[in-house]
């Protein structure tokens, strides 16, 4: 169990082969937390929804995908390099929206898009 | 029974069940990567005449937002033709996203291929 801040950052290619390399790698992380069952599978889905746009909106530019564990939450954000707002309302968005606490989006000054997302730690969305 | 390692990780089988009914059983993770090779798949099957399909879920690990779009789009196809689709799905997580995106009210969702069959015709 890891019960203590932290923070790393994962880059891949913009490619969706490496959407379930991330899938992976943000579910090993989140096995270890103070999370359910349920909220893993939950932070899955929602992180590969998170890259599989950031693919698409990166024009297939790296992608990056930076984990913040906190006191009370996993904060996950996924940012890409492509140009605009990215912030439409289809499936994959609704999708993250019902699955995590909280969901935000943030230009990165003509530098890309970044979508944040909490799960925060001993309850349930 | 036709099967079709369709790509790194999901396989797609195809068998007839009865004269008008096809079943589509798929193995492995349906994702961004993977969705496309469901999709030709199941439009293949679609392009054999075959509109009504059982689709069995249930050796499927994960499915994401490509992967109902894929879904959406096959059901879309066959009810061109009069046909329809029913699912087999038993693993919590998948059918917790079909009852959030509401796609459990447009398609059957059932435990197993009989029990899909019956309500199918």
Redesign the interface.
Same mark, same amino acid.
């Given at each position: 169990m890891i019960d203590q801040q932290g923070h790393f950052v994962l880059k891949v290619p913009g490619n969706? #082969?490496y959407? %379930?390399v991330v899938?992976l790698a943000i579910s090993g992380l989140a096995c270890r937390l103070d999370l359910t069952y @349920?909220d893993v @599978?939950d932070i #899955?889905?929602a992180v =590969? @929804?998170a890259? =599989?746009k950031a693919?698409t909106h990166g024009n297939g530019q790296e992608i990056s995908i930076d984990c913040e564990i906190s006191d009370d939450c996993l904060n996950l954000s996924v940012s890409d390099k492509g140009t605009g707002p990215q912030d439409d309302e289809?499936? %994959?968005i609704?999708?993250i929206r019902?699955?995590m606490d909280e969901v935000n989006f943030h230009l990165l000054n003509g530098q890309g898009c970044r979508l944040s997302m909490k799960k925060y730690f001993g309850k349930k969305a | 029974m036709d099967s079709k390692d369709v790509g790194m990780d999901i396989k797609v089988s195809v068998r007839d069940l009865t004269n008008s009914v096809a079943l589509a059983e798929v193995q492995g993770e349906i994702d961004v990567y993977t969705s496309p090779k469901v999709k030709e798949a199941l439009t293949e099957l679609i392009e054999k005449g075959k509109y009504n399909l059982v689709i069995g879920l249930e050796e499927v690990r994960y499915i994401d937002s490509t992967g109902l779009g894929v879904l959406i789009g096959t059901l879309k196809k066959v009810r061109e033709h009069n046909g329809t689709i029913a699912i087999i799905c038993n693993n919590p997580q998948i059918k917790k996203i079909f009852n959030i995106t509401g796609l459990v009210k447009i398609f059957g969702i059932y435990k197993n291929t009989d029990e899909a069959l019956k309500n199918l015709v």
């Amino acid at each position: 169990m890891i019960d203590q801040q932290g923070h790393f950052v994962l880059k891949v290619p913009g490619n969706p #082969k490496y959407v %379930g390399v991330v899938r992976l790698a943000i579910s090993g992380l989140a096995c270890r937390l103070d999370l359910t069952y @349920e909220d893993v @599978e939950d932070i #899955k889905l929602a992180v =590969a @929804e998170a890259c =599989a746009k950031a693919i698409t909106h990166g024009n297939g530019q790296e992608i990056s995908i930076d984990c913040e564990i906190s006191d009370d939450c996993l904060n996950l954000s996924v940012s890409d390099k492509g140009t605009g707002p990215q912030d439409d309302e289809d499936l %994959g968005i609704f999708l993250i929206r019902s699955l995590m606490d909280e969901v935000n989006f943030h230009l990165l000054n003509g530098q890309g898009c970044r979508l944040s997302m909490k799960k925060y730690f001993g309850k349930k969305a | 029974m036709d099967s079709k390692d369709v790509g790194m990780d999901i396989k797609v089988s195809v068998r007839d069940l009865t004269n008008s009914v096809a079943l589509a059983e798929v193995q492995g993770e349906i994702d961004v990567y993977t969705s496309p090779k469901v999709k030709e798949a199941l439009t293949e099957l679609i392009e054999k005449g075959k509109y009504n399909l059982v689709i069995g879920l249930e050796e499927v690990r994960y499915i994401d937002s490509t992967g109902l779009g894929v879904l959406i789009g096959t059901l879309k196809k066959v009810r061109e033709h009069n046909g329809t689709i029913a699912i087999i799905c038993n693993n919590p997580q998948i059918k917790k996203i079909f009852n959030i995106t509401g796609l459990v009210k447009i398609f059957g969702i059932y435990k197993n291929t009989d029990e899909a069959l019956k309500n199918l015709v």
